[in-house]
Nanobody, 130 residues
């Protein structure tokens, strides 16, 4: 089965940076997407970033565009999310999720909506505080 585990969260001051990691296993073919999502208390889960395993196509939500980088590790067993210039509103539990590309899907596959992802990992807490 597909397994994902987010890690790397912690306490950081405003303006600081974190690199989150998602350990990925169980995908048998190179036709999937990994997404990062976050959920703050009292708010809905929202997409942060996603990446296609096939061609590396990437998506960034507007609120992290320009200060976030999503990438695969060399062996594709890890996906990283580097976020710079963290602010108080970035405080949330961050989750990584996986989705296999539907057979009928044409083009790069890196969905941005949580409902497209069928496998979810345990979240990691990011707290931005002065």
């Amino acid at each position: 089965e597909v397994q994902l585990q987010a890690s790397g969260g912690g306490l950081v001051q405003p303006g600081g940076s974190l690199r989150l990691s998602c350990a990925v296993s169980g995908f048998t073919t190179d036709d999937y997407a990994i997404g990062w999502f976050r959920q703050a208390p009292g708010k809905e889960r929202e997409g942060v970033s996603s990446i296609s395993s096939t061609d590396g196509s990437k998506y960034y939500a507007d609120f992290v565009k320009g200060r976030a980088t999503i990438s695969f590790g060399n062996a594709k067993d890890t996906v990283y999310l580097q976020v710079n210039s963290l602010q108080l509103e970035d405080t949330a539990v961050y989750y990584c999720a996986g989705s296999r590309r539907p057979t009928s899907y044409i083009g790069p596959y890196y969905p941005t909506s949580a409902w497209m992802y069928e496998s979810w990992g345990q979240g990691t807490q990011v707290t931005v505080s002065s």
